[in-house]
Nanobody, 121 residues
Framework: QVQLVETGGGLVQTGGSLRLSCAAS????????MAWYRQAPGKQRELVAA???????EYADSVKGRFTISRDNAKNTAYLQMDSLKPEDTAVYYC??????WGSGFSSDYWGQGTQVTVSS
């Protein structure tokens, strides 16, 4: 069984910072990609930042220069450092990973349970 657990959400004022963590655990053979998505009320889930399978990083235009994705491969953990937060960053943030488990011949996408980030004005 493979799972993702996010931590680090909360309430912060405009201009503040938060750091989200996403820990992958279980019968993991390899992690190909990890990413952060978010979903605000009434809106579709959108990509925020990602480590691609090619080893590059991608960011949504709305967070470039403010958010930084990082990864600790030894801990199977991804982080999202969020600085200069704005009210429009308020959303549930989800971790996503494309992983292959031992005994499987293919990789699959996994999602965490989500963590709420609220930025007050």
């Amino acid at each position: 069984q493979v799972q993702l657990v996010e931590t680090g959400g909360g309430l912060v004022q405009t201009g503040g910072s938060l750091r989200l963590s996403c820990a992958a655990s279980g019968n993991i053979r390899r992690i190909y990609a990890m990413a952060w998505y978010r979903q605000a009320p009434g809106k579709q889930r959108e990509l925020v930042a990602a480590f691609t399978s090619a080893g590059t990083t991608e960011y949504a235009d709305s967070v470039k220069g403010r958010f930084t994705i990082s990864r600790d491969n030894a801990k199977n953990t991804a982080y999202l450092q969020m600085d200069s937060l704005k009210p429009e960053d308020t959303a549930v943030y989800y971790c996503n990973a494309n992983m292959m488990s031992w005994g499987s011949g293919f990789s699959s996408d996994y999602w965490g349970q989500g963590t709420q980030v609220t930025v007050s004005s």
